[in-house]
């Protein structure tokens, strides 16, 4: 299908934006989070898409995000029951996506549960459905600040804890919580363990 589009911002109005590429105007709804790292209008713009075909309405529109992360979130989203395209944009748009990751990785729906026009037990099915899919996601961790390096015994502590069942992103999280400059691998994986 249409992997992204990349051209002039000709229009933004409201959630939709007009993206102007080789001589077609393509009409694309977005979530406030792609359209608040879009340039100005008049600049080149580049949107990750996603082609939606809903056969009942016989609509056909395109979804654009400003990430492939935050594309592969939307699909992860719209694959649960009940949760459709605008209200997986909706839910992008006002938890970011690391926030959102993390407490579906988590098991908290208090987080997704405040977003407009989401009631509690479509917050919980999604925490319910995507939760083993989060919580082996590594694309979906935050990233490093630009200072943040993980240290060598810290990522001989994440392979330990790997080893012990412990996936990815809980190993990271946890040994950001726990260690501290200077530790040891073996004293960075008793800290976690200690903390579970």
Do not use: H
């Not at 992997?3 to 959630?15: A, P, R, S, Y």
């Not at 719209?78 to 926030?99: C, F, H, N, Q």
């Not at 630009?146 to 804890?161: C, G, P, R, S």
Request: proline content about 1%; some cysteine; overall charge negative.
């Amino acid at each position: 299908m249409i992997g992204f589009i990349q051209g002039k911002l000709e229009d933004v109005d409201g959630n939709m934006i007009t993206v102007c590429a080789n001589g077609v105007g393509y009409e694309i709804f977005a979530s406030q989070t792609t359209l608040s790292g879009l340039c100005e209008i008049g600049g080149e713009a580049k949107v990750y898409t996603y082609l939606n075909m809903d056969m009942r309405d016989g609509e056909i529109s395109l979804f654009g995000f400003a990430s492939r992360e935050e594309k592969k979130m939307f699909l992860n989203l719209t694959s649960v029951s009940g949760i459709g395209p605008k209200t997986a944009v909706t839910i992008l748009g006002s938890v970011s996506l690391y926030d959102l990751a993390s407490s579906i990785a988590s098991g908290d729906s208090s987080v997704i549960a405040r977003v407009k026009g989401l009631g509690k037990k479509s917050a919980e099915r999604i925490v319910l459905e995507l939760r083993e899919k989060m919580e082996k996601s590594v694309e979906f961790v935050k990233p490093l600040e630009k200072n943040e390096e993980l240290e060598t015994e810290q990522e001989y502590a994440i392979n330990v804890l790997l080893s012990l069942g412990l996936t990815r992103y809980d190993a990271i999280k946890k040994i950001r919580e726990v260690s501290q400059s200077g530790d040891k691998a073996e004293d960075i994986v008793q800290k976690v363990l200690r903390s579970l």
